[in-house]
Antibody
Framework: EVQLQQSGPELRRPGSSVKLSCKAS????????MHWVKHRPEHGLEWIGW????????KYAQKFQSKATLTADTSSNTAYMQLSSLTSEDTATYFC??????????WGPGTMVTVSS | EIVLTQSPTTMAASPGEKVTITCRAS?????MHWYQQKPGASPKPWIY???KLASGVPNRFSGSGSGTSYSLTISSMETEDTATYYC??????????FGSGTKLEIK
């Protein structure tokens, strides 16, 4: 059974960074691209970017190019996303999602990040 | 970037009523995909490749469209269909984008 397990909620100060994890089970992360999506209720879903865990290739949405850094550890079957220079605009729930045939077939439960002083 | 415009933004339907949600793309896309999201939960794949129902999706749901105009239809609204629905596209000449969502409530 495919599952994506994400790390727990985070509280961070403005200007700091945070690293979120997404551990896959039931398949090898090298077989599919892993994407990350931001969700704020008043803004809907925003695509952040993807990583190909097989070779580390990444692609980001333009607005997240200097905000997010995607990495993967194939030995632990885990993908990571680091968010830097946090502001209140980064307060959101972040999902990892497996991408197949141009859509997301499995989603993690999400990690809530709160940025507050 | 291909912009997806969903309508309506919010709507309420009575049990048994037919519901149609539309998603218009700023440029032609080959396929449209739809997700259902309930509060506090992750989005679920609902309709993929424009018209294919994801596993477990009731057959009162259907999807259709082509080019720049796509739709999700519920033939007979049920209470459990209350959720927010998002469309999503991927094209080789555009980053992945989502529609702004349609919040569907029961009357």
């Amino acid at each position: 059974e495919v599952q994506l397990q994400q790390s727990g909620p985070e509280l961070r100060r403005p200007g700091s960074s945070v690293k979120l994890s997404c551990k896959a089970s039931g398949y090898s992360i090298t077989d599919y691209l892993m994407h990350w999506v931001k969700h704020r209720p008043e803004h809907g879903l925003e695509w952040i970017g993807w990583i190909d865990p097989e070779d580390g290739e990444t692609k980001y949405a333009q607005k997240f190019q200097s905000k997010a850094t995607l990495t993967a550890d194939t030995s632990s079957n885990t993908a990571y996303m680091q968010l830097s220079s946090l502001t209140s605009e980064d307060t959101a729930t972040y999902f990892c999602a497996r991408f197949v045939d141009w859509y997301f077939d499995f989603w993690g439960p999400g990690t809530m990040v709160t940025v507050s002083s | 970037e291909i912009v997806l415009t969903q309508s309506p933004t919010t709507m309420a339907a009575s049990p048994g009523e037919k519901v149609t949600i539309t998603c218009r793309a700023s440029s032609s896309v080959s396929y449209m995909h739809w997700y259902q999201q309930k509060p506090g939960a992750s989005p679920k794949p609902w309709i993929y490749d424009t018209s294919k129902l994801a596993s477990g999706v009731p057959n009162r749901f259907s999807g259709s469209g082509s080019g720049t105009s796509y739709s999700l239809t519920i033939s007979s609204m049920e209470t459990e269909d209350t959720a927010t629905y998002y469309c999503q596209q991927w094209s080789s000449n555009s980053p992945i984008t989502f529609g702004s969502g349609t919040k569907l409530e029961i009357k």
